[in-house]
DNA sequence: CCTGGCACTCGGAAAGTGGGAGTGCTAAGA
DNA sequence: TCTTAGCACTCCCACTTTCCGAGTGCCAGG
């Protein structure tokens, strides 16, 4: 939409470059040094002044240097900026950190982390709990007369579990016929389908049913119903690598900030929307529409397993963010978790 | 050790009392108009001279009022500090926050939430993993030829699950019969006698076994020695509400104190140390030997499941925080908990 | 031993100052 | 027409100065 001069965009390119290294205010004087202009500091005052005009930069005061706008943020992460391949040393580094944890669901948490160490900003994950997936086996194991554990096992290997208080005492053999019965029957099934039916078993008379399977229905809904299969947690690493930014130690953007990390209402959103799309996401300043989300920038990618997208993960950070580092950072993190994930189910 | 005149008690506990409240030094002024005291300024002046030298608080610089010392601090919480009771109100409160949860395990974790709320700074919660209890329960399934699931049971109901890659393919019913000989063999023992045998079992020779459970406990090692069975993970909640507080937002000292957040092993130890001993304890500033924790305080308590101490719980503060309330809130929860904990395990 | 009085100290807010970085504008040069 | 040097101007920031008030310590009298 907007269309600049080659000059103006070397300018407005250098500009940024410099204000992310150092993020002070650039002047016309440093602007030229730096990034070796071969034309004199008043011409670039010209041309700042055009830019200023777009509403690509700014100056905070009359005598101050220029500061890039959301806008010119956002021109430059479209236009101006060429994301290079990662170091091979740095792929390197992520790989192995991936490939260290087997465990899937750890796997997953555990990139988080990864993430905002070695971005030194925030990461966060938001971990898929598909409710498509087969279900495989539920156990009926007896704690104490009055407390059953139940144990549901999906195909992917997720591992649910909950303490019910059932009606009526059981012995280990009925709960071991019960699961034994309730395995036949929805053997197979997805998780949503075996939800759906139970309900449906529910409602329906219970004279229809052997006494045992009804117990069974009874007993393996209450951990159907709860909130942890198709539920998505978020998790959230390196918070306190923001108390370094100077421009975020406000302390009220600050604690906004960390009360939406506890909250991960407006993150899961965020993340949403990502997941709708393939590719790096980039969401500048107001962008993301989250109030608390203000002078911060979020990058994220969604991750597939088997060429299907299940999950995102990115990074939050200010504005002020190397955005071509962290933009390969992210999308080289979901490619090869992508792989490590389809690849552990594969074989 | 140190013994003062009714009058200077009287006299640094209304100090005290003024200073967690508003957070500024306080003036001998304002100390008589504040507490009402019956006698002048300056005879205010010659005691708070005393306590002085006593190191029980000391002036910012000249012409400021006093500010406790974390030995007054000390002081101030063994001899002044009448704890009364909680309102009936926050009991209850506390009481159906912690009735509404009904698995031990997300209690255990829910609680640091709760505290963190109810008294406005960071709640934590140690969770224990006992190695002496029993086991109940192992099972393998299949998810793929080369990918087989182990679910570990223990008597008290915590389920732990660990995808392994076996040497070569197993059937289900091989997993299954593995399963059943290795559950035969070692019911009823402990996890830590299981894990023993398990390694004693794989030094031995192998022909001695039954190829089958040879198999079985080749994977079982794998679950059994995994970290997760005795590691006690450490919950911290509302970690954001330490921003609220000026003494706290010096950015350096902030950073520190939310990287012990993230590292958690100073917490973790500080907690042993707290479990070691019955009842409410106090860690003011130095005290509790971390330098992380400066200028902040910990009030634990242990918990307990029938009669016996297995966990810690605590919050984390400014040393400027309001002691008797945190130290009830603490207590009564750590009460409350230990009662759920044990009501749940009973019946 | 308490208390009023008084001199003293010190921090912090308010106001003043100078320097420097940076701008916009203008006019001359290419 | 575009570029550039020059220059006046602006404004922040860091520094100093000033001033006030809160508070102290000490002394002398009750």
Known sequence: MVSLTPRAERLLKALIEQYIAEGQPVGSRTLVKQAGLEFSPATVRNIMSDLEELGLVRSPHTSAGRVPTERGYRFFVDTLLAVQPLKALDT??????????????????????????VTKLTGIVRVPRRTDVGFLQLDFLALSPTRVLVILVTQDGQVLNRV?????????????????????????????EVRRSLIAALRRDSEDMQQILRSAVEMAHQVFSGEEIGDSPLFVSGESNLLAFPELSNTEKLRRLFEAFT?????????????????????????????????CSVVTAPYEVDGQIVGTLGVIGPTRM??????????????????????????
Chains 1, 2 share one sequence.
């Open 92 to 117: 390197t580094h992520i790989e192995d950190r991936l490939l260290a944890d087997q465990d899937p669901q750890q796997l997953i948490e555990s990139v988080s982390g990864l993430l905002s160490q």
């Open 164 to 192: 019910i208080h059932p009606k009526r005492p059981y012995s280990a053999s009925e709960l071991q016929q019960a699961a034994n019965i309730f395995n036949d029957a929805y053997a197979g099934r997805s998780v949503d």
């Open 263 to 295: 909250a991960k209402q407006d993150l899961l959103h965020l993340l949403d929307q990502s997941m709708a799309s393939q590719g790096v996401q980039i969401f500048i300043g107001a962008e993301s529409g989250y109030e608390a989300l203000a002078s």
């Open 322 to 347: 190397s955005y071509d580092r962290v933009i390969s950072i992210v999308d080289v993190t979901a490619r090869l978790l992508s792989g490590a994930l389809s690849h552990g189910v594969a074989g």
